[in-house]
């Protein structure tokens, strides 16, 4: 594939990682917000508790793609750069 189709490709990739980034973090929030009112109503949360950890896994996994892209895109930038005439 040519550099500035990749370099397209990696920068739509990006822009859904920020997404998805955007979205797992709304649901974290959603998450502690369900478990606080299942703690004030006296509800076992464990099962919840247990779901959010398992969403911020997820969401660390994907800034770690997201970092990944970056230094693609860096790196494609450089090596056209150097290929400039």
Known sequence: M????????????????????????????????????MQRAGQDTARAEEMLAAFREILAEWHRHRQEILRTIERLQRARIANFP
């Open 2 to 37: 040519a550099d500035h189709l990749r370099l397209a490709k990696e920068h739509a990739d990006l822009a859904k990682a920020e997404q998805d980034i955007a979205e797992g973090q709304m649901r974290i929030t959603e998450q502690e917000l369900r478990i606080e009112r």
